[in-house]
């Protein structure tokens, strides 16, 4: 069994900063690709960014060059940090890891609970 925990959301001013955690733990063999994603009520969830095991990232074109992601393999964990942050970012935010198990050996699809990130002033 594997466990997706984020952390580090809650309620900043425009213009201000977070970063968001997800540390995963349980019978890991192995992480191939973690993603971060995003959704508002009566919308679908949306990809904010996402980074390979080797290293290769991608951002959705409304956060280019304010969310920066990245990895700590060593810990299982995967950072969003948010920069100059807007009203329109306001969601709950969700990670999830495409990862092996020790018991099965088959990849697989883990989602977090999700945590909300408010900006308002």
């Known amino acids: 069994q594997v466990q997706l925990v984020e952390s580090g959301g809650g309620l900043v001013q425009p213009g201000g900063s977070l970063r968001l955690s997800c540390a995963a733990s349980g019978s890991i063999s192995r992480i191939n690709d973690t993603y971060w994603f995003r959704q508002v009520p009566g919308k679908e969830r949306e990809l904010v960014a996402a980074?390979?095991?080797?290293?290769?990232?991608s951002y959705a074109d409304s956060v280019k060059g304010r969310f920066t992601i990245s990895r700590d393999n060593a810990k299982n964990t995967v950072y969003l940090q948010m920069n100059s942050l807007k009203p329109e970012d306001t969601a709950v935010y969700y990670c999830?890891?495409?990862?092996?198990?020790?018991?099965?050996?088959?990849?697989?699809?883990?989602w977090g609970q999700g945590t909300q990130v408010t900006v308002s002033s």
């Open positions: 980074i390979s095991s080797g290293g290769i990232i």
């Open positions: 999830k890891a495409d990862c092996m198990t020790i018991a099965t050996l088959e990849w697989r699809a883990y």
